[in-house]
Every structure is written in C-alpha cells, then in structure tokens.
C-alpha cells in the first residue's frame, strides 16, 4: 500500500500545465478588441482597413506592456503561451495565424475582385468565426484552429 499511495501524493503535488481561460472571458476580451477596431473604423478614409489590420494584429502590437496579447486579453487578465516548443515570442507572423478568420473583411478593400467577393467572405466568414467560438467552449484547451496554426493556448493569468 505505501508504493502506491506515495505516487498518488507525487502526482497531487506535481506542478499543473496552463489554466484554460475561461470562455466569457475570452468573450469579453473579444468584444474589447472588436469596439477598439470599430473606433479605427471611424478613421476617416482608411479606418476600415486599419481596424482590420487591427485585429490582425492585436496579439502583437508593439507596446511592451502588452506582453505579446490584444489590449482585450490585457484588460481582462488574460494570457498567451506558446505551446510549441520552437515558437518564439509573439510576433506579427503569430498573431495573423491566430486571428486571420477575424480580418477576412481586409479582402473587401481588393478594388473590384474584392468587392465582388464581399458575399462570399462574409459567409465564410461568419461560418469560421462560428467554428472558432465553438473551439473556444468545447476544446479541453480552449484552443481555436487560430490557436493551433500558431501553437498558442490563452489562459488564465
């Protein structure tokens, strides 16, 4: 009996991997970050495809107290650990594999073939968002396809 419950006391006390963010939280942070693109949509001229660059590129905006995570994810205590083992810091690279399907929209602004195509990426759009939320609720992770082409996971801070 010893042998056993001693490895039953080293697996209670081995240090647990990351905290999966809670999903509303994650919400929350998305719905910060959606109303800080939709202000730089108001930019006039080029605020639409600044916001969308935006969203882009939110997890890795250049302000060092961001800590390589959208100021939604920032606001809300949330984090972003690289899962992979040869994954760097944050970067731009990074940042568009996780939320490409959120900037779909930059496509629009392509003069003529952009617009032509707004229905179907709006489709397409709306269906991958759709897949995305789901991840985000029902992966044990809590990890989208965003999160699986960059190797990330967002947690709880």
Same mark, same amino acid.
């Given at each position: 009996?010893?042998?056993? #419950?001693?490895?039953?006391?080293?697996?209670?006390?081995?240090?647990?991997?990351?905290?999966?963010?809670?999903?509303?939280?994650?919400?929350? %942070?998305?719905?910060? +970050?959606?109303?800080?693109?939709?202000?730089? @949509?108001? *930019?006039? =001229?080029?605020?639409?495809?600044? @916001? @969308? $660059?935006?969203?882009?590129?939110? +997890? %890795?905006?250049?302000? %060092? $107290? =961001?800590?390589?995570?959208?100021?939604?994810?920032? $606001?809300?205590?949330?984090?972003?650990?690289?899962?992979? &083992?040869?994954?760097?810091?944050?970067?731009?690279? #990074?940042?568009?594999?996780? !939320?490409? #399907? $959120?900037? =779909? !929209?930059?496509?629009?602004?392509?003069? &003529?073939?952009?617009?032509?195509?707004?229905?179907?990426?709006?489709?397409?759009?709306?269906?991958? &968002?759709?897949?995305?939320?789901?991840?985000?609720? #029902?992966?044990?992770?809590?990890?989208? *396809?965003?999160?699986?082409?960059?190797?990330?996971?967002?947690?709880?801070?």
């Amino acid at each position: 009996g010893g042998l056993k #419950m001693s490895l039953l006391e080293n697996s209670s006390t081995q240090e647990e991997g990351p905290v999966k963010a809670d999903p509303v939280k994650r919400a929350t %942070a998305f719905v910060i +970050d959606s109303v800080i693109a939709a202000l730089i @949509g108001f *930019i006039p =001229l080029f605020g639409g495809i600044l @916001g @969308g $660059f935006f969203f882009l590129f939110r +997890d %890795a905006l250049p302000f %060092a $107290f =961001l800590d390589g995570k959208s100021p939604g994810k920032y $606001f809300i205590g949330l984090g972003i650990v690289l899962r992979d &083992v040869n994954s760097g810091p944050m970067d731009y690279a #990074m940042s568009a594999k996780r !939320n490409w #399907m $959120f900037a =779909l !929209n930059l496509l629009i602004a392509v003069p &003529v073939i952009g617009w032509m195509a707004a229905p179907l990426v709006a489709v397409v759009g709306v269906i991958l &968002v759709a897949i995305e939320v789901f991840r985000v609720f #029902m992966n044990p992770e809590g990890r989208r *396809i965003g999160d699986m082409m960059a190797g990330t996971q967002v947690i709880e801070k």
